[in-house]
């Protein structure tokens, strides 16, 4: 209920302009860094003192955990069929091919996003 009501104003805007969009883009990124820290690194931290029971455990086991997202992250989108706005249809590396249709394209991407 609270992000479609955080989605309410984009609805009543019809144009933004670059600067407004570049500053709407940080403040996004800054809540989303501060949500990451406070919701997701902390309790790690926190989980990883009481199975370890000390500070450098738990550093290594959430900086483990942090290398394998991360790792996972990046093997995803170098194995993962994607399109990127800047490529023309037809410049290499475009992920729509002549042996792959769109629809079944849509689906594969939307099976991985799930």
Same mark, same amino acid.
């Given at each position: 209920?609270?992000?479609?009501?955080?989605?309410?104003?984009?609805?009543?805007?019809?144009?933004?302009?670059?600067?407004?969009?570049?500053?709407?883009?940080?403040?996004?990124?800054?809540?989303?860094?501060?949500?990451?820290?406070?919701?997701?690194l902390l309790p790690?931290?926190?989980?990883?003192?009481a199975l370890f029971?000390?500070?450098?455990? #738990?550093?290594?086991?959430?900086?483990?955990?942090?290398?394998?997202?991360?790792?996972?992250?990046?093997?995803?989108?170098?194995?993962?069929?994607?399109?990127?706005?800047?490529?023309?249809?037809?410049?290499?590396?475009? #992920?729509?091919?002549?042996?792959?249709?769109?629809?079944?394209?849509?689906?594969?991407?939307?099976?991985?996003?799930?």
């Open positions: 209920m609270r992000t479609a009501v955080g989605a309410l104003p984009v609805f009543l805007v019809q144009r933004v302009s670059k600067l407004q969009e570049a500053a709407l883009l940080s403040f996004s990124a800054g809540v989303m860094l501060a949500a990451a820290i406070f919701a997701l790690s931290l926190d989980a990883g003192q029971g000390g500070r450098i455990g #738990a550093a290594a086991l959430s900086g483990a955990g942090l290398a394998l997202g991360m790792g996972l992250m990046l093997a995803v989108d170098r194995f993962t069929p994607h399109e990127h706005a800047v490529l023309p249809p037809a410049a290499p590396g475009h #992920a729509a091919s002549a042996h792959t249709p769109g629809a079944v394209q849509s689906a594969k991407l939307m099976v991985l996003a799930s």
